[in-house]
């Protein structure tokens, strides 16, 4: 496994806004895969509300439910970014839905009885005009701890407007420099990482 072994990224983004609309959250999570594919990563977008995401913890809900399918592509990327919006200093409900549907992969687990998601990478993008990225980013970073993913170092980007603010970060004229360099450092984190868990696997338990 070298510095140059092809990986896959999956963005699921939990806007509130049905494509086509604007969406600050897909905004970010792009400029994410744009650092990601300068580390040889590829990446795909998933808006999850455009999409019949069931309520539930299992791996499929029923008939009708569009998580199956999203899920055939988390299984085939090495790295997941979760992005969401901050309403009400807390994440959206698609981006907890997520958390919730995510829960499933703890019953689906290799022939070591590790979750399958063990050595996939993970992520986190959080924007807002009012307070509450680092709240939003250590509640998505333990569940996805705790269901099987590994977080890098430095694997949290957020943008927060000032308090009180009213702007969204889609108004911006550019990418502040703090986002950007946050950016590209999570990226190269997450790509070495995802290689060193590509080459070296955890132990099974």
């Known amino acids: 496994m070298t510095e140059n072994t ?6 699921l983004v939990c806007s509130l806004k049905p494509s086509p609309a604007p969406s600050s959250s897909e905004l970010l999570a792009r400029q994410v895969l744009d650092e990601l594919a300068k580390q040889g990563v590829t990446g795909d977008v998933v808006r999850v509300v455009d999409h019949d995401v069931k309520p539930g913890v299992e791996i499929d809900m029923g008939d009708g439910d569009a998580w199956p399918a999203i899920r055939e592509q988390l299984v085939a990327a090495d790295i997941l970014i979760v992005a ?10 698609v981006a907890q839905r997520v958390l919730e549907r995510l829960d499933g992969e703890l019953s689906e687990t290799d022939d070591t009885g590790r979750p399958q998601v063990t050595g996939k990478v993970a992520v986190t993008v959080v924007v807002g005009n009012e307070d509450g990225a680092h709240k939003i980013t250590a509640d998505l970073m333990q569940g996805l701890n705790d269901i099987g993913f590994t977080i890098p ?11 009180m603010g009213s702007r969204d970060y889609l108004d911006l004229d550019e ?10 450092t999570l990226a190269e984190n997450a790509a070495h990482l995802a290689r060193s868990l590509k080459a070296t696997p955890y132990p099974g338990s």
């Open 153 to 163: 170092a430095q694997g949290g980007t957020y943008w927060n407007d000032v308090a």
């Open 6 to 11: 092809p990986l896959r990224a999956l963005a």
């Open 84 to 93: 969401t919006p901050t309403w009400v200093g807390h994440m959206s409900s």
């Open 175 to 184: 990418t502040p420099e703090s986002v950007a360099s946050t950016n590209a």
